[in-house]
């Protein structure tokens, strides 16, 4: 059968090969082993057809197993949540340029995530883009949390 169109090389979100426990923790236990990386770009295109749920686990291992003396950092796409983001900032003090793109939180708010980006120590290059969480887009439906 040769699978044709759009939905080539895609996955049904009832396929459990797409959506296994198992296959969650891959990335993060590739990057902990690259103990002295100092950049990265995590990009993640949604491969499912149909609702996916879970996918923010994806991230949630990376933000809470690695630790990488990272300055620079470019996620796109992935799903996460506000307590991993979080985490993940915790995690990586010295990061100086932050690039975040086409990423929604699952759960939680961007004011809390902006807040703290804030506050991190040598950020001196930002950019968001594409970023929404359960009540839409940031700073479209509701108040920018700096201003407040």
Partial sequence: MVVQGSNAGQFSAEDPEATAEENFPG???ILSKMTKLDAFDLHMI?????RTTGY?????HIANEVKLPLTQVFLRGLPATEQ????FIENHPK?????????????GSWAT??????QMPVLSRLHLSNIW????????KYQHPLRT
């Fill in 27 to 29: 990335i993060a236990q």
């Fill in 133 to 140: 969480d359960e009540r839409g887009m940031f700073n479209r």
């Fill in 95 to 107: 990061i100086s340029h932050l690039d975040i793109r086409e990423m929604r939180l699952q759960s």
């Fill in 46 to 50: 949604d491969a499912i057809r149909g």
């Fill in 56 to 60: 923010e686990k994806i991230f949630a």
């Fill in 113 to 118: 995530v902006i807040k703290r980006i804030c």
């Fill in 84 to 87: 991993s983001l979080l985490k």
